[in-house]
């Protein structure tokens, strides 16, 4: 019994092209061919087509099919770690899944960085943009930090920032910096308040990614807008050092 290229191909559940790119990969041998010139493909044929369909359909990549072999069967060791790459894929599809939700669940902007979504609509865009930045700098539990800080910062002020103008006056800055800085420092700050002391990643820590955020926070905001996250940074380290100087005062009591 022989089949045509197109026969076989029906016979397999597959296309002739994938036929073709066999042949070029050389998984699957040539036919002989009638005196006319077409190709009369076998059983054996057939049985290495479906035996090469079944490892693609597990996702066994074609070039770890040994081409020597009879079968085309990957070895337990190469399905082992396939395997670790199925479930790995499944986990993050699942976690791309419940984003996914998430972010539906709100109608949040689709760039939004994962547990940001509930406050994202009240966030000005560049405010998304650092804290998509900052997400992408650091681990999960200084993320989680500025989460909480992000989440717990004064509506009232946030707006009062994201209004403010360039020329804004000295009244408003006060007022504004007033808004924000009642909790001490502000996560805008390049000095990240909200980072936990040991974690991180090592990049995230190094002199050019502090001189980096400086910039990216110059190029955010705006003169008046900065000048506010300065004026909260002072007032939250002298509140700071007035906290540390009452220490041996408690300590001697």
């Known amino acids: 019994m022989t089949w045509s290229t197109r026969e076989l191909a029906d016979l397999a559940?597959?296309?002739?092209?994938?036929?073709?790119?066999?042949?070029?990969?050389?998984l699957l041998t040539a036919p002989e061919r009638r005196y006319n010139g077409y190709k009369e493909y076998r059983v054996h044929h057939l049985v290495r087509l479906i035996q090469l369909r079944r490892v693609v359909e597990l996702g066994v990549p074609l070039a770890h099919v040994d081409v020597a072999a009879g079968h085309g069967i990957a070895s337990h060791d190469e399905l082992r770690e396939l395997d670790e790459r199925v479930v790995?894929?499944?986990?993050?599809?699942?976690?791309?899944?419940?984003?996914?939700?998430?972010?539906?669940?709100?109608?949040?902007?689709?760039?939004?960085?994962?547990?940001?979504?509930?406050?994202?609509?009240?966030?000005?865009?560049?405010?998304?943009?650092?804290?998509?930045?900052?997400?992408?700098?650091?681990?999960?539990?200084?993320?989680?930090?500025?989460?909480?800080?992000?989440?717990?910062?004064?509506?009232?002020?946030?707006?009062?920032?994201?209004?403010?103008?360039?020329?804004?006056?000295?009244?408003?800055?006060?007022?504004?910096?007033?808004?924000?800085?009642s909790d001490g420092a502000n996560w805008r700050s390049t000095d990240r308040p909200w980072l936990v002391a040991g974690t991180g990643h090592r990049r995230a820590n190094s002199q050019e990614t502090r001189a980096a955020l400086a910039e990216i926070v110059v190029e955010l905001f705006n003169s008046a807008q900065r000048d506010v996250l300065r004026r909260i940074a002072v007032a939250a380290d002298s509140a700071e050092i007035q906290r540390l100087r009452r220490i041996p005062e408690v300590q001697s009591a």
């Open 13 to 26: 559940g597959t296309t002739v092209n994938t036929i073709r790119h066999y042949h070029s990969l050389g």
């Open 88 to 181: 790995a894929e499944m986990e993050r599809l699942q976690r791309a899944r419940s984003d996914i939700a998430a972010l539906l669940s709100v109608r949040a902007p689709v760039d939004t960085p994962r547990g940001f979504e509930a406050i994202a609509a009240d966030l000005s865009e560049p405010d998304r943009s650092l804290i998509q930045i900052l997400t992408r700098l650091h681990d999960e539990a200084s993320v989680s930090r500025l989460k909480q800080m992000v989440a717990d910062e004064c509506a009232e002020g946030r707006k009062a920032f994201t209004a403010l103008l360039p020329d804004a006056s000295e009244a408003d800055r006060r007022r504004v910096a007033s808004l924000l800085g």
